[in-house]
């Protein structure tokens, strides 16, 4: 964890070149950008600019492994690759267990801590320099500590835990437990906040395109709601949930693709994006071997008229198998590899709304909401039970169909007490529902 959070990203031109160009940042003076030291006690504008952009643009580190993993773990899909952990660890096959140095483990951990590390060195820099007024201040803090709060609930769905106090890298805070880590998140959330409300009407640094309508002060204020709203259901909190979403991009008639989004390019020293898959059927490379595989019962389990099965999936030309598994589908989920990742859209919020209103007993909002979700599918409204036990169900079935390789089953799962009731396709399999800690974690 200390070699990771002692490195970060050099400001100065090279990003304001590349809006995402990823340099590493060293210790020592560097000719050409400014030492860690120095940004942290004296940065320029430019400076607090270059690590603004850099916080965005780690932000994306980690998440095609962590995607594609939890979606093996939760029988989501299958990744058919050259590399048999992908089918055969995270999957426990014949009785094995995970890796806690493996990619899948290490990766999503690594990725977020270094987004973490940016943007608490923003947060270092833009409270020791004299650069800026006090309101330019509160919008570099506030952008930072919303975005260290949403990275750090990925890392609790996914683990289980995570380590918050992480802004020293030779005083690092323990290892918490997924209560005590998201209580802190909702803090963290709620200060970024206040420190929004007094940023002023502008950031001084740019978001990329991603960010458009969320890249001044109060419209990312509805981001920090957004998330705020996602950590209040994680922590059982139904009407803290509803009251965030009220300031929140959340709407029953809003477009469902309303958000902030990762983007993605070609040019150099950026990235593609990583949960794109070329189809099989191109001329290009029919049939490759690098693919993401729907898991059957993602296909067989859809309501018929479900217009997300089409949207999101494909008949291979011929069904594929590896390892002992097979699937007749494949992704369609992203149109090319620069489509751009929803960070949180309108659909997982109008989710959201209903989850809370579950949990705060107001079953016919949830219902709604339901149908919000049932309809832009092509479904017919809900005709089920009105019980909270019922709507639940409906609602985690809307999740798995809406929210389909977005990092989200595994842990709807986990926390709903149902990862035993996922299919077990080839003998000797297992169910995982956590990644484990980084060996480097444990040592």
């Known amino acids: 964890m200390k070699n990771i959070l002692k490195n970060t990203v050099r400001t100065g031109l090279c990003l304001s070149i590349l809006f995402f160009t990823a340099c590493n940042f060293d210790e020592s003076v560097d000719p050409n950008g400014p030492s860690v030291e120095g940004v942290e006690t004296g940065a320029s504008r430019d400076q607090l600019n270059g690590l603004a952009v850099a916080v965005e643009a780690t932000l994306r580190n980690g998440i095609g492994i962590e995607t594609t993993s939890s979606g093996t773990m939760a029988r989501e899909l299958y990744l058919f690759d050259a590399d048999p952990r992908n089918t055969g660890d995270l999957l426990g096959k014949d009785g094995i267990s995970l890796d806690n140095n493996s990619f899948y483990s290490t990766a999503q951990w690594n990725g ?8 608490n060195l923003l947060i270092q820099a833009a409270t ?23 990275e750090l609930i990925q890392i609790l769905k996914s683990y289980g835990q995570a380590r918050v106090d992480v802004a020293d890298p030779d005083n690092l805070g323990p290892v918490l437990n997924f209560a005590d880590a998201l209580s802190e998140v909702r803090l963290m959330l709620d200060e970024a906040d206040t420190n929004l409300a007094n940023a002023g009407a502008t950031f001084l640094f740019a978001l990329s395109s991603g960010f458009t309508g969320f890249d001044t002060p109060s ?3 509805e981001f920090n709601r957004a998330v705020s709203a996602v950590a209040a259901v994680y ?13 929140s991009y959340f709407g029953l008639g809003v477009d469902l693709e309303v958000g902030p989004k990762h983007v ?3 040019s ?10 070329i189809p099989s059927t191109s001329a290009a490379e029919p049939n490759n071997g690098d693919q993401i595989i729907v898991h059957n019962s993602w296909i067989n389990d859809a309501e018929p008229g479900d217009t997300r099965v089409d949207e999101k999936a494909a008949v291979r030309p011929d069904p594929s198998t590896q390892d002992g598994l097979n699937g007749t589908h494949e992704t369609r989920l992203y149109a090319s590899n620069v489509s751009p990742i929803d960070i949180i859209r309108n659909e997982e919020l109008i989710l959201v709304y209903a989850e809370a209103s579950i949990l705060a007993n107001n079953l016919q909002d949830a219902e ?27 609602m985690l079935r809307q999740r798995r169909y809406s929210l389909w390789c977005e990092n989200h089953r ?7 007490g149902l990862s035993n009731t996922l299919p077990i396709d080839r003998t000797g399999d297992q169910i995982f529902n956590v990644l484990p800690l980084p060996l480097a974690e444990v040592q």
């Open 112 to 119: 977020s801590y270094r987004s973490i590390k940016n943007a």
């Open 264 to 266: 993605f390019s070609l």
């Open 268 to 277: 150099g020293g950026d990235q593609a994006n990583p949960v794109f898959r």
């Open 410 to 416: 595994m842990f709807d799962l986990r926390r709903y």
């Open 368 to 394: 709604d909401a339901l149908n919000v979700i049932r309809n832009a599918a092509g479904l017919a409204d809900y005709a089920g039970p009105q019980t909270a036990a019922d709507l639940t169900t409906e």
């Open 235 to 247: 922590a059982g909190d139904g009407n803290g949930a509803l009251t965030d979403l009220t300031d």
């Open 128 to 150: 020791n320099t004299d650069a800026i007024t006090d309101e330019e201040r509160n919008g570099y803090i506030g952008y930072a500590k919303t975005l260290i709060a949403y």
């Open 219 to 221: 419209d990312f204020r």
